[in-house]
């Protein structure tokens, strides 16, 4: 039996807006072995959190495949993604739009339970809802209280038992702790991964934050403009970056390290439009090793080293020469 969770093929989701299609997400393909952390990292605008809404359909696909345990979600009716979303959930990235302001603690984390008839009284309900609440560190004097009343680590303890209530096997994190203080990022980030090896459950960690995914993903995916540009296992990602646009996004994370030798990369030029874009590589324009063959054809991911994808103009012949041109040009 395969030990991957989930793959996604081909995955598009196009808006139609006055100007033209927009492409949110355009081609994209990765697959997630069960209890491994894929992070998915990008600029703002990038498609990664669309990604992952398109991923548990709360966003219809344009086009392509989610292969879930092997089964292709996207032909599952109202009723198989009813009891789908057991094994599927989702952190939102911030916990107070999140949370509804009306309800309690224990109301708000008791709801899925609820919801899939999962707990036969109110005194199952109560154990329940008082297991989710250790589980995640939130104090019993806490049940009654209301969102607005706590602090926002607080809160996105809440959203993570309110997603671990059905007992899933796989979970969406859209930028947990990007709306948190850095002192508290690190409590949840460690619980996270507690609950993860405890628990046996799956991630995709969507964030913009190099430094947090770093020590939090087994995989990493770049994502530009709705494409992935390159993915690789997160040591690699960070020991040989690849992507013209991935040595800028690592030259920007501040070091404490006085030896630390990489050189601020600064990207200048146009941001291409995500609109009817044209064929080529979408990062061209603000690339200083862009050359003609950027932009006369599609570009497609490249396995340039064992588990290693980028894709570049110059992909498509021997991986350890294209690794090696790729390198010396950006040299």
Not at 66 to 73: A, D, R
Not at 99 to 112: D, F, K, Q, V
Not at 151 to 172: T, V
Request: proline content about 6%; glycine content about 6%.
């Amino acid at each position: 039996m395969s030990d991957t969770i989930l793959e996604v093929r081909n995955l598009k989701k196009y808006f139609p807006t006055p100007k033209g299609t927009l492409h949110a997400v355009d081609g994209v393909n990765f697959a997630i072995k069960k209890g491994k952390t894929l992070g998915i990292v990008g600029e703002s605008g990038c498609g990664k959190s669309t990604t992952g809404r398109v991923i548990l359909r709360l966003l219809e696909a344009t086009d392509g495949d989610i292969l879930f345990e092997g089964q292709n979600i996207r032909h599952f009716n109202k009723d198989q993604m009813r009891r789908l979303r057991e094994d599927m959930q989702i952190i939102f990235q911030d916990p107070f739009a999140s949370l509804n302001p009306r309800m309690t603690a224990s109301e708000i984390i008791g709801e899925p339970l609820l919801i899939h008839n999962k707990v036969k009284n109110k005194q199952e309900l109560t154990a329940r809802v008082a297991e989710l609440m250790e589980l995640v560190g939130l104090s019993p004097r806490l049940v009654n209280t209301y969102p607005h009343e706590l602090d926002g680590g607080r809160r996105q303890r809440i959203g993570i038992a309110r997603a671990l209530a059905l007992k899933p096997k796989f979970i969406i994190c859209d930028e947990p702790v990007s709306a948190l203080d850095v002192s508290i990022q690190a409590q949840i980030l460690n619980l996270m991964q507690d609950l993860q090896e405890q628990l046996g459950l799956t991630y995709i960690f969507i964030t913009h934050d190099l430094s947090v995914v770093k020590h939090f993903s087994d995989e990493i995916a770049v994502m530009y403009l709705g494409q992935l540009i390159e993915k690789a296992p997160a040591r690699d990602l960070f020991s040989n970056p690849t992507h013209p646009y991935t040595r800028a996004l690592l030259s920007a994370i501040p070091s404490i390290h006085l030896d630390h030798k990489m050189e601020r990369e600064v990207l200048q030029g146009e941001i291409t439009s995500p609109i009817n874009p044209a064929p080529g590589c979408r990062f061209a324009p603000r690339c200083k090793y862009a050359a003609p063959e950027c932009t006369s054809r599609e570009i497609h991911l490249n396995e340039i080293n064992e588990g290693h994808f980028v894709a570049c103009a110059m992909a498509g012949g021997d991986p350890l020469e294209i690794y090696e041109a790729i390198l010396s040009r950006l040299h």
